[in-house]
């Protein structure tokens, strides 16, 4: 069982940057593959990003490519995104999930409550 807590969120102008924390409870943190979604109000869920177990591979959504980066800190078993030169279209909320690749496709298990992203004009 996996316990996720994101922080990090609120309202900013665009232009501005936010880094959003993700803080995974137990010792297993350095299992799982870990993920970013976004929903937007009256859209589905994205994927924004997520980061391989030990953090060698990286993905990205286009909409965030060179904009957006996802790390994690085994040490402190948490999971990052710093946004960067962020838009309006990134108001979302934005989840933490954890997960594993079966057949080499991603299924996340385990999901955060989520943080409010605001980016004003």
């Known amino acids: 069982q996996v316990q996720l807590v994101e922080s990090g969120g609120g309202l900013v102008q665009a232009g501005d940057s936010l880094r959003l924390s993700c803080a995974a409870s137990?010792?297993?943190?350095?299992?799982?593959?870990m993920g970013w979604f976004r929903q937007a109000p009256g859209k589905e869920r994205e994927s924004v990003a997520s980061?391989?177990?030990?953090?060698?591979?990286?993905y990205y959504a286009d909409s965030v490519k060179g904009r957006f980066t996802v790390s994690r800190d085994s040490a402190k078993n948490t999971v990052y995104l710093q946004m960067n030169s962020l838009k309006p279209e990134d108001t979302a909320v934005y989840y933490c999930a954890a997960g594993r690749y079966a057949a080499a496709v991603p299924q996340y298990d385990y999901w955060g409550q989520g943080t409010q992203v605001t980016v004003s004009s």
């Open positions: 980061i391989t177990r030990i953090g060698a591979n990286t």
């Open positions: 137990g010792r297993t943190f350095n299992l799982y593959l």
